[in-house]
């Protein structure tokens, strides 16, 4: 076999404007350039201060705060009919993916453009993916018409995100970039932008810890944060996402601390099967191994540590499994069983050393 690069990847067409302070003069230019004239603004309650400060200069035809971490498909349904009501043509969220996941549950169905202003780490506005829940299982699915057109970042808008969900959500970026290494669509491109995305966001999360209005900590991490999510919408979802998705949408675990505490026992668990993504992400965080590089990080930023925190219990492990195991992608570098799996959930629950996961595999 020779060493020749063989590969199909695809880059999604987006405009990205970033600036510290300059959010609102990025909008007015963008609605300015666009002619829109009814413009929806998208914001949770928690949100909504950040929102009037980055729409000072333009006109807003409707202001929209029902948003529902998961986007419940009721939620959706009922903000595109105050859409459609309201003769809408720009959608504007500004706020963290449960917001963004609404502008596109309407996209979804209007093909209305976004103008995306992420205030978190979690990264949805650079990404095609969609996500609705019903009847307690998340769905999500690939569209390209869910994409935001423009990303307009400013880190100024992220300086009161309490430094815990700070943290947290950083680390949710940190897993798009690592599950990004294996996932199903992995490619050299995605995986140079992970690379690039785990040295910003280990760089820039214990400046956050250290001064939660540092500057160079929140551009840091919000710059690593959309490498983390362009890497991860080309290379797809991998095993430490579908175990995620599936703690979300079925037992409604809070999605940037599940992220949070499941990686390193994901990494644990594939590091020894997937070499080169070993190396790569080990070379990120300047460790000699991925997990020791990751786990350094965790303790300098105080990471969530266990899911029973969250509201898992063991009484959950069995159906967590099954509904799992149907979405495991078939690359996974290392099988996944039943037993296996139930082992890694386990070990996330009650916080155990994620090197458990990484010991011989006849032991699981
Ligand atoms: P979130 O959007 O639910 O926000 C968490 C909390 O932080 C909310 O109460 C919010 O109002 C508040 N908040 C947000 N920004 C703030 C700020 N700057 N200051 C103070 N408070 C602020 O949480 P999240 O982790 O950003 O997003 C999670 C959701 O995004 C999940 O539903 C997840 O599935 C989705 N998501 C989707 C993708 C995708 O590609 N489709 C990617 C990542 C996440």
Redesign the pocket.
């Known amino acids: 076999m020779n060493n020749s690069l063989a590969f199909i990847h695809d880059t999604l067409p987006q405009k990205v404007m970033f600036g510290y302070g300059q959010s609102s003069t990025f909008l007015k230019q963008e609605v300015e350039l666009r002619g829109s004239k009814k413009v929806m603004v998208i914001a949770?309650?928690?949100?909504l201060e950040?929102a009037q400060k980055v729409t000072s200069d333009i006109e807003v035809a409707l202001w929209y705060d029902e948003?529902v971490?998961?986007?419940p498909i009721e939620v959706a349904e009922r903000a595109r009919q105050s859409a459609a009501d309201n003769g809408i043509d720009l959608l504007v969220c500004v706020?963290?993916?449960?917001?963004?996941?609404l502008a596109?549950a309407i996209a979804m169905t209007t093909a209305l453009p976004i103008v995306a202003v992420?205030?978190?780490?979690?990264?949805?506005e650079?990404?095609n993916?969609?996500?609705l829940t019903e009847a307690q299982r998340?769905t999500?699915g690939v569209d390209l018409k869910v994409l935001p057109q423009t990303v307009i970042y400013d880190s100024e808008?992220?300086?009161?995100?309490?430094v815990d969900?700070s943290v947290?959500?950083g680390l949710?970026g940190l897993a798009?970039c690592i599950d990004s290494l294996w996932g199903p669509h992995a490619d050299p491109i995605n995986a140079a932008l992970a690379a690039e995305g785990i040295r910003a966001l280990n760089e820039g999360l214990p400046k956050i810890v250290a001064d939660p209005h540092s500057i160079d900590g929140r551009d840091q991490a919000l710059y690593g944060a959309y490498l983390a999510?362009v890497s991860?919408?080309s290379a797809g979802s991998g095993l430490h996402h579908k175990i995620c998705?599936t703690l979300?949408g079925t037992f409604n675990l809070?999605?940037?601390q599940t992220h949070a505490t499941v990686l390193p026992y994901v990494l644990a668990f594939n590091a020894g099967d997937a070499p080169e993504a070993e190396r790569r992400a080990a070379a990120a965080f300047g460790s000699d191994t991925a997990l020791e590089g990751l786990q350094r990080l965790r303790e300098a930023v105080d990471a969530p540590q266990r899911l029973s925190d969250y509201g898992f219990s063991a009484d959950g492990i069995e159906e967590a499994v099954e509904v799992t195991l149907e979405k495991v992608p078939a690359n996974n570098p290392r099988p996944v069983t039943k037993e296996n799996l139930s082992k890694l959930l386990e070990a996330a629950l009650n916080g155990e050393d994620p090197a458990v996961l990484s010991a011989s595999h006849t032991l699981i």
């Open positions: 949770g309650e928690r949100e950040i948003v971490m998961h986007v706020g963290g993916g449960s917001t963004t996941g596109k992420p205030t978190t780490y979690a990264g949805s650079a990404t993916v969609w996500g998340k999500t808008l992220t300086m009161s995100l309490p969900m947290a959500s949710n798009h999510a991860f919408a998705h979300g809070p999605h940037a």
